[in-house]
């Protein structure tokens, strides 16, 4: 079993760069950042290698996570914003050697959410590049009672 460190939520009191330091003088080998897509990818790779650390997972870029919405990949209307932004995501994973991106299913109920949450994902395993595992995630009810899984 291997354990990642969530950069995103541990060690905030340090700039973005010293939590990989943090990661790895903790004994991490891995760890996982949120949202990547307003970092520089250069110094984050060289982060990573220099404390020798896989960036084993990111989340799909949800349309607005700060004002609540949790993704759209099971929003009906939202198919060619989810195809845009997952390939936005293939190349940050690739960039940065991610091995699992989390798609983000959103706030969204019924079966015509259920079609679209298939499709979606049916759609992003097709242009997955090879080796890169997609990941759905059941969020807890009581913090966001609308999410989709």
């Given at each position: 079993?291997?354990?990642?460190?969530?950069?995103?939520?541990?060690?905030?009191?340090?700039?973005?760069?010293?939590r990989f330091d943090a990661?790895?003088?903790?004994?991490?080998?891995?760890?996982?950042?949120?949202?990547?897509?307003?970092?520089?990818?250069?110094?984050?790779?060289?982060?990573?290698?220099?404390?020798?650390?896989?960036?084993?997972?990111?989340?799909?870029?949800?349309?607005?996570?700060?004002?609540?919405?949790?993704?759209?990949?099971?929003?009906?209307?939202?198919?060619?914003?989810?195809?845009?932004?997952?390939?936005?995501?293939?190349?940050?994973?690739?960039?940065?050697?991610?091995?699992?991106?989390?798609?983000?299913?959103?706030?969204?109920?019924?079966?015509?959410?259920?079609?679209?949450?298939?499709?979606?994902?049916?759609?992003?395993?097709?242009?997955?590049?090879?080796?890169?595992?997609?990941?759905?995630?059941?969020?807890?009810?009581?913090?966001?009672?609308?999410?989709?899984?």
């Amino acid at each position: 079993m291997k354990y990642a460190a969530n950069l995103s939520l541990l060690w905030p009191e340090l700039p973005y760069l010293d939590r990989f330091d943090a990661a790895a003088a903790a004994g991490f080998s891995a760890v996982e950042i949120l949202f990547p897509y307003d970092l520089a990818v250069k110094e984050t790779r060289r982060a990573l290698l220099r404390n020798g650390l896989e960036l084993i997972l990111i989340n799909a870029p949800p349309p607005n996570y700060t004002g609540g919405s949790r993704g759209f990949a099971a929003v009906p209307g939202g198919e060619a914003r989810f195809r845009s932004d997952m390939k936005r995501v293939f190349r940050y994973a690739e960039a940065l050697c991610v091995s699992m991106i989390h798609v983000m299913a959103g706030e969204a109920e019924g079966e015509t959410a259920r079609q679209t949450f298939v499709e979606n994902l049916r759609w992003a395993a097709d242009a997955a590049p090879s080796g890169l595992m997609l990941n759905i995630e059941p969020l807890n009810r009581t913090a966001m009672p609308d999410y989709f899984l």
